[in-house]
């Protein structure tokens, strides 16, 4: 039986019977054990609180505001969906989302006994939701997102629904088995109830995966370190992540229950703050992405035919000696543009007195102002990591709107057949076809280049260049 399945068919037969006995706590007295409000109990009806299976409290880790738009993964027979309901009130609007039909049909009636009008049920796994691009305000879960294969996956497609700066706050269960978490028990219980000091089994292997299928739907097999889950919604795109504290909740003696939040940090800061951390704590000289020697770039910069006294731009530039060569070859107008303040200091500080012909700019492609004009755009590695369609075309429209008449854009991308991955960051492949699609009106694709790319530990990876003419 497939995991899906299995935990479809654990989590129909809880809708069918909550009072049946699946060996872990639930019901409106571990509602309580988690501090859940008195007037929530007040306000929903009895029989709702049955079925509440809750890791921990998420409504502890931040406000729901009247008007906000929650997203519940996992919703289950609807508990902590209809509380959202109740706070973000008549203008705001609860979505659930739940992979078992029993479930989402049960939360459902659940807000139909409660007469809630502003509930939303839909039937879906978490890693694709039918929704827009930051229509979210605050996702919620409670013990879902550990059950998902793909925790990587899930991160990615929350980051997609939230609004910038939208909310994360969710309880699931963590692989306890690590003594660090002795230090972050919270109140809920004595710290001897909350982490025990029996010895453990051996840790869950990052992921997810286990031999014994049984023990997805129970929340063992699959569980992270907290540290591991925390490093997964950073790489996401996560800003202020923290991890909240444990709570009473066990389901073996390897995890325990804890809660988190965090916050969505923009496309362009998640940027920054990433190539800041790489070019800070990583020699740029050993990356994989590191040319020896940017014979290539120097060659199709080149072959367009430029005047010393030409503008050019290396955008995404890193720490790249493209510029160093450029200089000695003498080029007097390079400017050069990195999101990142640490690489574009390693450059100043190694070419020394050159630097004085080179033009320095911190920002984010998307959003910078560029008030030259150039007659090469010169991009080795920064467009692929550009995921939305909306960043895509305002990167195109910054092409056009700085390259002079006639003036030429160097695009270099990994290729259909390279890596899907770089600096532990997703990337889009291409090839003519899809570059040609990317164009906005007025760039027209010349011609393209299929190179492989050694890196440093003389591995090879499959590269695209693109050459685009503007008018």
């Known amino acids: 039986m497939s995991m ?4 479809i068919t654990l989590y129909s037969e809880l809708a069918e019977d909550p009072m049946q006995d699946f060996g872990w706590e639930k019901g409106r007295a571990n509602a309580k054990a988690h501090g859940y409000e008195d007037v929530w109990f007040e306000q929903l009806p009895e029989v709702i609180w049955d079925y509440c299976a809750a890791v921990g409290n998420p409504f502890r880790q931040g406000e729901i505001k009247p008007g906000d738009t929650v997203l519940d993964l996992g919703c289950g027979a609807g508990v902590d969906l209809l509380i959202s309901a109740l706070q973000t009130g008549d203008k705001g609007r609860a979505i659930g989302i739940d992979i078992t039909p029993k ?15 502003n509930v939303e049920v839909m039937e879906s796994d978490l890693s694709s939701i039918r ?7 605050v996702v919620i879960s409670n013990g879902a997102i550990n059950l998902s294969e793909s925790k990587e996956a899930v991160f990615a497609e929350i980051y997609r629904l939230l609004k910038p700066e939208g909310r994360l706050l969710f309880a699931d269960m963590i692989d306890s088995t690590e003594p660090a978490l002795l230090s972050f028990c919270s109140i809920e219980k004595p710290a001897s109830s909350c982490c025990s000091s029996e ?14 299928e049984s023990e997805w739907a129970n929340c063992v097999a699959g569980t992270l370190k907290k540290e591991e889950l925390i490093e997964i919604m950073r790489v996401a795109g996560f800003g202020e992540i923290e991890c909240m504290g444990a709570t009473h909740y066990k389901t073996s003696e390897s995890t325990i229950g804890a809660t988190f939040r965090a916050i969505k940090i923009a496309p362009e800061l998640h940027r920054k703050l990433h190539w800041e951390q790489v070019f800070e704590t990583k020699d740029y000289r050993k990356v994989l992405w590191h040319q020896e020697s940017p014979a290539l770039s120097v060659r199709l910069i080149e072959s367009v035919g430029t005047l010393p006294d030409e503008a050019i731009i290396d955008v995404g530039c890193g720490a790249s000696l493209l510029v160093d060569a450029l200089i000695w070859k003498g080029q007097k107008n390079v400017t050069l543009l990195d999101v990142a303040e640490a690489p574009l200091q390693i450059v100043k500080e190694r070419l020394d007195v050159s630097s004085g012909s080179v033009k320095y700019l911190c920002a984010d492609v998307t959003q910078a102002e560029l008030k030259e004009n150039y007659s090469i755009w010169h991009d080795r590695a920064l467009f692929h990591f550009l995921l939305r369609p909306r960043e895509r075309e305002s990167y195109m429209r910054k092409v056009y709107s700085s390259l002079v008449p006639g003036g030429t854009a160097i695009i270099g991308t990994f290729a259909v057949n390279g890596p899907t991955t770089c600096s532990d960051l997703d990337i889009v492949q291409y090839d003519s076809k899809r570059m040609e699609k990317e164009l906005v009106p007025g760039l027209e694709l010349i011609r393209s280049h299929k190179v492989m790319h050694l890196t440093p530990q003389k591995s090879e990876q499959a590269y695209n260049y693109f050459m685009i003419r503007k008018g």
């Open 4 to 7: 899906d399945a299995q935990i």
């Open 131 to 137: 929704l827009d691009d930051g229509s979210v305000d």
């Open 103 to 117: 479930m989402v049909a049960k939360a459902q009636e659940h807000a139909r006994m409660a007469g809630l009008d």
């Open 199 to 212: 010895p453990a089994p051996s840790p869950v292997e990052s992921g997810c995966s286990s031999s014994d």
